[in-house]
Structure formats: C-alpha cells, structure tokens
C-alpha cells in the first residue's frame, strides 16, 4: 500500500497549463487507477504528477463508499470532487466553486444526493433473496474483517467500505448459480438497477455518466470550452465512458478490455490499471 500523506486544504481549480482547452479528468479507481488486487498505484505517479503541475482537476468516480476515497484522496493527495457508489452521490470541497451550488454540508464538503437510500436496497436485497430463494451476500451481510478477506482490502479500507449511502455490493455464494439472471431481472422488475464491477452492485436510477455530466455542468460555469476525460475498466464505468469527450478503457489484469457498445473516440490503454492509466493520460495531453 502506498504511504498515506497528509491532506491538502481545499482550493478552486486552476485553468490547465500549456493548453488552451481546459479539461478535467473522470477516474474509476480499483482496476483503473488503483491496481485491482494490491491497490497500489506506483505505476500512475508520472500522470498524477503532470495533471498536477497542469492544474488539471481529477474527479473520482468510484463504487466506492464516500468514507473509503476520502481516505483515497489523502493517499493521492486529490483535493478534487469526487464522484461515490456509481454515482449515488456526489462531494464537492466547500469554497471549490466560486457560485453556490445545491446539496448538505457535511464535514468540510457539500454533499448531493443522486440515489436510491442505502436502507430500501437493504430491504430490496433481502426481499428478493427470499421471494426466489437465491443465496446472495451484501457487504451489509458482512463484517469488516469479512470484507478484508473477500476484497485484499486493509481493515480499516473495509471497514469504511460497509459505510454505504446509495449502492450495496453483492456476491452470487454459487458463482455458477443459473437464477443469477432471474435475479437480476427481478432487481431491474423492482424499479432498481443492478451494475457490475469487481461485485454486482444493487443501485437506484443513478450511474456514474449522470453524476459526471453534473459535475462538469458545474466546471462549464467557469469554462464553457471545457474538454472531459474519463478512464475506467469495466461494465459499472460505461455510463461515464458514454457522458465525456474522450472515453478511455484500461486493459483488464488478463490484457482483456470490458465488452463496450461502440463508443466514437474510444482510446484503449495499452496496460493493465495503473500501467494503462499513465500510459492514456500521457498521450492525451501530450506529456
């Protein structure tokens, strides 16, 4: 795990340098920017560097819990908004923008709620476990030191990981159970959405390309010119690849991609998570 480093005060972002186009970037983290089984990310420091010295903003957009990349962001020194639970809700530092925007304070940032509250997914889960007698498990059903085990996570990642608001990450116990489609109609029969990243996730009507078009509506009041970028490696990042300028898609641990609908424009980073992430962002500005 890389070295936790302190944290930095909030601020407003600055217009890119060496290029008259502002951009922000749009990043998924496990298996994208964060290695997807040691969660390091060495092999990112020369395009965490140069977005840094260009002031270009990097905007989280994870299934994580809000708890678990607030402590990414300590740990990437990012002082960004960022975007949680596949878009469940949105954070934005107080004093960012130089204009009001809406949502609750909380904790030195503003929170905008985008989804379904985590307790009716709660009750939606268990519902349907029972109705059709399939053997699911939520990170609700677990504990902290369970979670550590079933994601490589350190304790207190996986304990912040239970910490959930809009989005509950579930698991088939029979991987090869042939009702898991049953099931997953049954999610969408019921008003809610299902995605799929490193887990199946049981969502509302939010995903992450809807929290990243908010987002960017919000930077496109100070920079109407604004160019989007947005990284990811799976199933869960399509909407965002979908809702920006240039969409990139990381190679997975294997070399493979995730199965897209075609996408004009898509760059398809030679490299695995954070290899293919620096890689991208590289050869995007031109660095």
Known sequence: MDAVVAPLPSAAPCIPLNDPTPAIVFSDLDGTLLDGRTYRF?????????????????????????REIELWRVRLANR???????????????GYFRFPIGGEADDGLIVIPQGTPYPELRVAL??????LGVA?????????AEIAELTGLPLVDADLARRREFDEPFVFDDAQD????????????????WTRGRFFHILGDNNKGRAARLVAGLYRRMWPALRTVGIGDALNDLPLLQSVDVPVLVQRADGSYAETAPL??????????????NRALLGIFGA
Request: charge should be positive.
């Open 264 to 277: 004009p424009g898509l760059v398809r980073a030679e490299g695995a998570g954070p290899a293919g992430w």
């Open 178 to 193: 042939p009702r898991a489609s049953e099931f997953l109609r049954a999610i969408d029969a019921r008003g809610l959405r």
């Open 136 to 144: 699911v498990t939520g990170f609700g059903d677990l504990t902290a």
């Open 42 to 66: 060495d092999e990112a420091r020369p395009a965490l560097d140069m977005l840094r010295l260009r002031g270009i903003p990097l905007i989280l957009c994870s299934s994580k819990a809000r």
């Open 126 to 131: 268990r519902e349907l476990r029972q109705e």
């Open 80 to 94: 960004d908004p960022f975007i949680f639970e596949n878009g469940g809700g949105i954070c934005v530092p107080q």
